[in-house]
């Protein structure tokens, strides 16, 4: 895999898991955006994969929901790797 589609692919997940951690800790769209300073469209956007978010836009949400990126980015990049097999 090219590392460019494998870059798109990493984020991708990245913010696939962010979306997940978010619902499963039960928090709406809503509250994340005021949390992080964010719009709930923006929010809404990413997770739907029709806007890619900064790198800034990704440690905000991740620190509005309380995770660690480091260990998200880990995970996303376990997944890639796994599926590319």
């Known amino acids: 895999m ?7 692919a990493v984020c991708a997940q990245v913010v696939k898991l962010l979306g997940e951690e978010r619902e499963r800790r039960g928090i709406s769209k809503y509250t994340l955006s005021a ?3 964010l719009a709930q469209q923006t929010i809404s ?10 790198f800034e836009t990704v440690l ?3 620190d509005g929901i309380g995770v660690n990126l ?3 980015l880990k ?4 997944a890639v790797k796994a599926k590319k097999k």
């Open 45 to 54: 956007y990413m997770e739907r994969e029709l806007r890619h978010p900064s």
């Open 60 to 62: 905000r949400i991740a």
């Open 2 to 8: 090219p590392s460019g589609i494998k870059q798109r």
């Open 75 to 78: 995970q996303a990049r376990a």
């Open 35 to 37: 949390q992080c300073g």
């Open 70 to 72: 480091e260990d998200v």
